[in-house]
Each structure stands twice: as C-alpha cells, then as structure tokens.
C-alpha cells in the first residue's frame, strides 16, 4: 500500500549552498520568498519538513537562473546514511549469490558527499560505477509500518554509490563503508523532488553511462527490499532522522561483473539519470 498525500509536488536544491525551489523558470530563493522564515542552508528543510511542503507548494513567485554548474548535494550534511548491497534481482545475479534474507546494510560516510557535476578523483585503478535511487527522510521514524513508510519519507534523489573495490574487498570479512567513503564517492543530486511527482515511485529506470556507453539500465521494480520495507526495516532497529539518506542498492551492469571486470580510467565521464529526478554528470580524474 502506498501512502503519501498527493497535492503539488516540490523541487528542491542547493544552489551556491542555498535553499531553493526548482521551476520551470528557475529557482526561488527560499528565505528571501518566505521572509526568513525557511533557510537559507539546505538542511533547514527538515526542521520542519511539513511545514516547508505546505509552503514550498503554495510559491510562484519570480524565479532566478539557476546554474547547474553550481549545485551541490540537496541534503549536504545527512546525520546518517544508510545503504544496502545486493538490493536488486539481477545485480545479485551477475554477481553469483544469492538473493538475502534481509537487508544488507552498510554506510557510506559523509565526508563522501558531493555535488551533481563535477569531477571525481580516483584513488585507484579499481573504481566501479553503481548508480542508485536515493531516499531522503522527511520526519522522524520509529518502528514504522511498511503500509505508512511514503508518509516518512520527504522525496528521492539520484545518487552514485562510486566503489574502490580493492579497499572494498580488503580483509576477512571483507567492511564496505571505506571503500565506498573516499571524497566525492558520494554525488547526490540534481534535486530533492517530493514523491507525488512520480507516476509510480516503486518503478523508476535508474541508468548509467560511461562515456555515453550504458552500462546500467534498470527499473527500481527489481529491487530485492523495497523503499517501503527498507524505511520499516531500519526504523526497526534504529530512529530514523529528518534528512537522512537511504541509498537504496543499485541493479546489474557494474564494471565488477563483468569479464573481465572494467574500472573507470582519468578522462571518462560517469552519467547518471534516474527517471524524473533528472542526470547527474562526472568526469573521472586520476589522483596526483
């Protein structure tokens, strides 16, 4: 069961590290159309998330150009990020194990956030690509039920889950936060768009391209835990926070599954789109 309110839908971003409303026309500067009262940082969003909705859905007003160049990521300092691995159906496939039990769940650390465009700099020879439909909390959660999850949740974002896999699989059990946390290893981004601008928010094509060659291409359908059983099975555990980022697995077509496995190398450009969230644009650097 799907529970959200369905009313406007809202668009937001960081642009120059404020708060804004993304438009057709461009952006509106939170704090300056609503007199102080929200922003400017981006995270003052989820003081009061349903309270800044109820506002954001109401604001037409004269929008400013908006740059893309200078977006950042629309929830810049999460107090905690979640993700899980092994969360679609063929991804779990191409790489010969078997579907989990319950979630696999790691983190990746903040320091690795980064902004929608730009470059990424590659510590090593060994770095995959693995595009993923980030969630973003909305209001604190405690053991929430499946059926009223999309009432948590404030809206979806693009994110790139850019694994090191040699730190990744280092060591016996193998820890996966590092290898996942190096700077810029975390793009989220364009914008934060709320859920009832989704037609089916359990159904996205989530994709990546490596120089405008796809290599990923899936629908979020296949995903093994859905975004509804993950929000209920974290907040079973621990007390979800406004802001909080879920990353929420990502589907087959990453360089590690294939034969022999291929990294991405300084000068390629990582595209990554998720259906009505927009695309998010990288160019890979080696490290000096």
Same mark, same amino acid.
Not at 77 to 102: C, M, T
Not at 191 to 213: C, G, I, K, N, Q
Not at 228 to 252: A, H, K, M
């Given at each position: 069961?799907?529970?959200?309110?369905?009313?406007?839908?809202?668009?937001?971003?960081?642009?120059?590290?404020?708060?804004?409303?993304?438009?057709?026309?461009?952006?509106?500067?939170?704090?300056?159309?609503?007199?102080?009262? =929200?922003? #400017?940082?981006?995270?003052?969003?989820?003081?009061?998330?349903?309270?800044?909705?109820?506002?954001?859905?109401?604001?037409?007003?004269?929008?400013?150009?908006? &740059?893309?160049?200078?977006?950042?990521?629309?929830?810049?300092?999460?107090?905690?990020?979640?993700?899980?691995?092994?969360?679609?159906?063929?991804?779990?496939?191409?790489?010969?194990?078997?579907? #989990?039990?319950?979630?696999?769940?790691?983190?990746?650390?903040?320091?690795?956030?980064?902004?929608?465009?730009?470059?990424?700099?590659?510590?090593?020879?060994?770095?995959?690509?693995?595009?993923?439909?980030?969630?973003?909390?909305?209001?604190?959660?405690?053991?929430?039920?499946?059926?009223?999850?999309?009432?948590?949740?404030?809206?979806?974002?693009?994110?790139?889950?850019?694994?090191?896999?040699?730190?990744?699989?280092?060591?016996?059990?193998?820890? =996966?936060?590092?290898?996942?946390?190096?700077?810029?290893?975390?793009?989220?981004?364009?914008?934060?768009?709320?859920?009832?601008?989704?037609?089916?928010?359990? &159904?996205?094509?989530?994709?990546?391209?490596?120089d405008s060659e796809v290599k990923q291409d899936s629908r979020s359908?296949?995903?093994? =835990?859905?975004?509804?059983?993950?929000?209920?099975?974290?907040?079973?555990?621990?007390?979800?926070?406004?802001?909080?980022?879920? =990353?929420?697995?990502?589907?087959?077509?990453?360089?590690?599954?294939?034969?022999?496995?291929?990294?991405?190398?300084?000068?390629?450009?990582?595209?990554?789109?998720?259906?009505?969230?927009?695309?998010?644009?990288?160019?890979?650097?080696?490290?000096?």
């Amino acid at each position: 069961m799907i529970s959200w309110r369905k009313g406007a839908t809202v668009r937001v971003a960081n642009h120059e590290g404020r708060l804004v409303i993304v438009t057709a026309d461009g952006a509106i500067d939170v704090e300056r159309a609503s007199g102080g009262r =929200f922003g #400017p940082a981006p995270m003052s969003a989820f003081d009061d998330w349903a309270a800044f909705r109820a506002w954001a859905e109401t604001q037409s007003g004269t929008a400013a150009a908006l &740059d893309p160049s200078r977006l950042g990521p629309p929830v810049p300092s999460p107090r905690q990020i979640f993700a899980v691995g092994l969360n679609y159906v063929r991804h779990a496939a191409e790489s010969g194990l078997p579907l #989990p039990e319950r979630p696999l769940v790691f983190t990746k650390f903040a320091s690795a956030l980064t902004g929608p465009f730009g470059e990424v700099h590659l510590p090593s020879a060994s770095v995959d690509w693995e595009v993923e439909l980030v969630v973003v909390v909305g209001r604190e959660g405690r053991h929430v039920a499946a059926a009223d999850a999309w009432g948590y949740v404030a809206g979806l974002t693009a994110g790139q889950d850019f694994s090191d896999r040699e730190v990744q699989s280092a060591g016996s059990p193998p820890q =996966f936060s590092l290898g996942k946390s190096f700077p810029g290893f975390a793009p989220i981004g364009p914008y934060l768009v709320s859920v009832d601008e989704f037609a089916d928010p359990d &159904d996205l094509r989530v994709t990546t391209t490596v120089d405008s060659e796809v290599k990923q291409d899936s629908r979020s359908s296949d995903l093994v =835990f859905s975004v509804p059983y993950l929000v209920s099975y974290l907040s079973s555990i621990v007390t979800l926070l406004p802001g909080d980022l879920i =990353f929420t697995g990502t589907p087959e077509g990453v360089g590690l599954g294939q034969t022999p496995p291929v990294y991405l190398r300084d000068g390629q450009v990582v595209q990554t789109t998720i259906e009505t969230i927009g695309s998010m644009r990288h160019v890979m650097r080696a490290s000096r």
